[in-house]
């Protein structure tokens, strides 16, 4: 038992050292365990199992500004980073951008680059602008590997409960496991992977102004843009429980970065 505790924890040591790297833009470190060509391989069986249920837009005008604003973020993101020697940061990572038929008010992106809108959101899409707003942010979690990083986590948290519980396992009752079990379960739901979760929208929120100010879009209008999605909202689940921050907090924080977008706008003009 002391050797397979020993060699889990060696091998998890060994792991954070050779998987560190940091996140474009913000300069946060993550760990990655998984290559991006893992990644892509699950991000296009995920895309075929999606559109296999699901039916693209038949609305050509929608269709054509979530594409046109999409491909306008991804040309001056594309030359910004080549500008500054950084083109890796979409290594495997190829922009696509789709709109299908759904009430929903969302969008994601896959970390392969696949940024999917649902029709259901574009009421509150009026505007280019409003549209970048949403598509910047999707494109953020792929940029930052956010995919990967999640994986990596829930990998990490289950290789450190199982270990754990081999332990309590040689030193407890029956009933001390379970207990045990339950509140790893809910401690490392609420107190780690939920929290990250949060981090990981704030930090796709930066990254996106930051893709909106270089392409040229009025930056303005991104917490204006989650304003009216609380507007919307019917219902609120407190932040403490849920996988996004409050809407008031990400308006509070994308105004708090306004100036550093400036910035970015200056660099390309």
């Known amino acids: 038992m002391k050797r397979?505790?020993?060699?889990?924890?060696?091998?998890?040591?060994?792991?954070?050292?050779?998987?560190?790297?940091?996140?474009?833009?913000?300069?946060?470190?993550?760990?990655?365990?998984?290559?991006?060509?893992?990644?892509?391989?699950?991000?296009?069986?995920?895309?075929?199992e999606f559109m296999?249920?699901?039916?693209?837009?038949?609305?050509?005008?929608?269709?054509?500004?979530?594409?046109?604003?999409?491909?306008?973020?991804?040309?001056?993101?594309?030359?910004?980073?080549?500008?500054?020697?950084?083109?890796?940061?979409?290594?495997?990572?190829?922009?696509?951008?789709?709109?299908?038929?759904s009430k929903q008010a969302n969008a994601f992106c896959l970390p392969d680059g696949k940024v999917v809108f649902y029709e259901g959101i574009m009421p509150v899409l009026t505007t280019p602008d409003m549209i970048a707003v949403v598509m910047s942010h999707e494109m953020g979690h792929a940029i930052a590997r956010h995919g990967n990083e999640r994986m990596t986590q829930q990998t990490l948290t289950n290789l450190v409960g199982a270990v754990t519980g081999q332990i309590i396992e040689q030193k407890t009752s029956e009933n001390g496991r379970?207990?045990?079990?339950?509140?790893?379960?809910?401690?490392?739901?609420?107190?780690?992977?939920?929290?990250?979760?949060?981090?990981?929208?704030?930090?796709?929120d930066e990254i996106g102004l930051y893709i909106m100010a270089i392409a040229g879009f009025d930056i303005n209008q991104a917490p204006l843009l989650w304003q009216r999605m609380a507007d919307a909202s019917t219902t609120q689940v407190p932040e403490a429980l849920s996988t996004h921050p409050s809407d008031e907090r990400r308006m509070k924080n994308l105004q708090k970065l306004i100036e550093k977008a400036r910035k970015f706008a200056a660099e390309v003009r």
Not at 22 to 44: C, D, K, P, Q, W
Not at 182 to 197: D, E, K, R
């Open 4 to 48: 397979i505790v020993k060699w889990c924890l060696c091998l998890l040591s060994v792991a954070i050292v050779v998987s560190c790297s940091t996140v474009a833009f913000t300069g946060r470190h993550r760990m990655l365990l998984y290559s991006n060509s893992e990644i892509s391989s699950l991000s296009a069986q995920s895309y075929y």
């Open 52 to 101: 296999s249920t699901s039916a693209p837009s038949t609305n050509a005008v929608q269709t054509a500004m979530i594409r046109d604003v999409g491909n306008r973020l991804a040309r001056a993101l594309e030359k910004y980073l080549a500008s500054k020697g950084q083109s890796n940061v979409l290594s495997d990572i190829k922009w696509e951008f789709y709109l299908v038929q």
């Open 178 to 204: 379970a207990i045990f079990e339950t509140a790893y379960t809910i401690g490392s739901q609420y107190g780690y992977l939920l929290p990250y979760s949060r981090k990981h929208e704030l930090e796709a």
